[in-house]
């Protein structure tokens, strides 16, 4: 059974709710989908200097090329699967000025997304 640890500190954000679920289920689905076993996902949402970031990181058997050519649409190596999700996760993320980025390294596979704070997150904050 796959356990989801996270480490959620408080931020605030303004951007589309409907989508940004959907670039957070996409991610998680994807984590969760490489898991075996025991395997764990963790999930991190912090605010540093003027950034807001998700990580998602999991074990995984993918090359980093691999990973790099997922975020293209219609590209996938799972049977079943489209090839859409991980490109819709980065049009999103770029609609709401973000990136997303992947690294597979050593068996593990880290799903960074990167948000600038606005002003008025900035003055809040």
């Known amino acids: 059974m796959t356990r989801i640890q996270t480490d959620l500190s408080p931020v605030q954000f303004h951007g589309d709710c409907f989508y940004l679920q959907e670039l957070l289920l996409t991610l998680l689905d994807n984590a969760l989908d490489a898991c ?16 807001i ?10 090359s980093q090329d691999q990973l790099d050519a997922a975020f293209q649409r219609y590209v ?3 049977p079943g699967h489209f090839g859409i999700g991980l490109a819709m996760a980065g049009e ?12 597979a390294s050593d068996g593990w596979i880290t799903m960074t997304l990167s948000f600038p704070h606005c002003r008025l997150e900035r003055e809040i904050l």
Request: proline share 0%; charged share 15%.
């Open 92 to 103: 999103i993320a770029q609609a709401h000025h973000g990136i997303l980025s992947g690294r």
């Open 76 to 78: 996938t190596s799972s």
């Open 53 to 62: 970031f998700l990580t998602v990181k999991n074990q995984g058997l993918i």
């Open 36 to 51: 075996s076993g025991e395997d764990k996902v963790f999930l991190q949402l912090r605010s540093a200097q003027d950034h």
